[in-house]
């Protein structure tokens, strides 16, 4: 079997080399964290040695980042204000959507209003306006996708919480934070012990945590030294080229700001979990949208916010590049696509 090709760093980016050897590593180390001998003071370096550097990516204080088991989890922070109503975004991610609560009429705007800074389907970036944030109390930003590949700054931002997973950067799965702005109270994630400065108990995850943290450092880094901007230029390549040869196709969001390595491709009349199974079986892994929603066979609620109808919306593609897409994968990817789109073509003909 030829070897395949990755293309699909949104739905997980591979595990880098040096999140590996920080979390091998970690397994070495036997204490608990919350022990105060020696061991127990080693594994606590640890874990504040990574959250220093997811600090340092996400642009916050070492000690608004609160360790959990993905952005699904710290998404939870919302559910202490429910009653207050918490007002989402139509195009964010289900983790948000699934805590959408209306708004008291008499209180007039809600405790939260939640929204994705940059969209895991098309790569559009929203930022949050003045009437975003009058909507609500408090503003909670999904970075999931933005962070380490778009300049952000969560001390900037004006956002109160937002939400980081580890392996949409190359860390591992299973591992995540809750950015909390300091001096906001929030209601306990999960009760016990009390770890995480009372925010979420449970024993941390020390070998997730220091992948996680190697991850962020390493992601920094590529994004200093201007590794993204590479990848936009193979991004545009692809999109050239499918534009140039099949009538009929559409990129989603292309004219709009959007992050450097996400094409979504809309080809109505051929559905986007055909299309998914046939580069498939050439040795491309691509998507049809979010991956968090895979098996759920349906047109994408975000192309459909976006104005598409249901055809068009159920015809998507995402091809999602990273630091190590090299200019050969993708040129072979438009090859493979647009010889599969041909035959698509002849056969509805």
Request: proline share 3%; with cysteine; glycine share 12%.
């Amino acid at each position: 079997m030829s070897a395949r090709t990755y293309l699909d760093w949104n739905a997980t980016a591979p595990l880098r080399a040096e999140a590996r050897a920080a979390m091998i590593a970690a397994m070495d180390v036997a204490g608990n964290p919350s022990s105060v001998h020696a061991e127990g003071r080693a594994a606590k370096a640890v874990i504040e040695r990574a959250r220093d550097d997811v600090a340092a990516l996400v642009g916050c204080r070492a000690r608004e980042v609160v360790f959990t088991s993905g952005a699904t989890e710290a998404a939870g922070v919302l559910a202490g204000y429910a009653d207050g109503g918490v007002t989402v975004q139509p195009e964010a991610h289900d983790c948000l959507l699934a805590h959408e609560r209306a708004v008291d009429g008499s209180a007039g705007r809600a405790a939260v209003v939640a929204m994705g800074l940059a969209n895991s389907e098309t790569g559009v970036i929203t930022e949050p306006d003045e009437a975003e944030r009058a909507r609500g109390g408090l503003l909670l930003l999904d970075i999931v996708q933005a962070v380490g590949r778009v300049p952000f700054a969560f001390s900037w931002s004006g956002a109160d919480f937002a939400l980081v997973s580890a392996h949409k950067i190359g860390g591992p799965k299973g591992v995540g934070a809750l950015i909390v702005r300091e001096g906001v109270d929030i209601a306990t994630l999960r009760a016990g012990g009390g770890q995480e400065m009372g925010r979420r108990s449970g024993t941390e995850n020390l070998a997730g945590i220091a992948g996680f943290g190697a991850a962020a450092r390493a992601a920094l880094a590529d994004q200093e030294q201007g590794v993204w901007s590479g990848v936009a230029a193979l991004r545009d390549r692809l999109e050239a080229r499918i534009l140039r040869a099949a009538d009929g196709v559409t990129i989603a969001g292309q004219a709009l700001t959007r992050l450097p390595n996400t094409a979504s491709i809309v080809t109505p009349g051929w559905k986007g979990e055909t299309q998914v199974m046939q580069m498939d079986l050439a040795g491309f892994a691509v998507s049809a949208g979010s991956a968090c929603s895979s098996g759920k066979v349906r047109p994408s609620r975000v192309l459909r916010a976006m104005g598409f109808d249901e055809g068009a919306a159920a015809s998507a593609i995402r091809v999602s590049l990273g630091p190590q897409t090299t200019e050969d994968e993708v040129d072979r990817f438009a090859e493979a696509w647009i010889a599969a789109w041909a035959r698509h073509s002849a056969r509805a003909a």
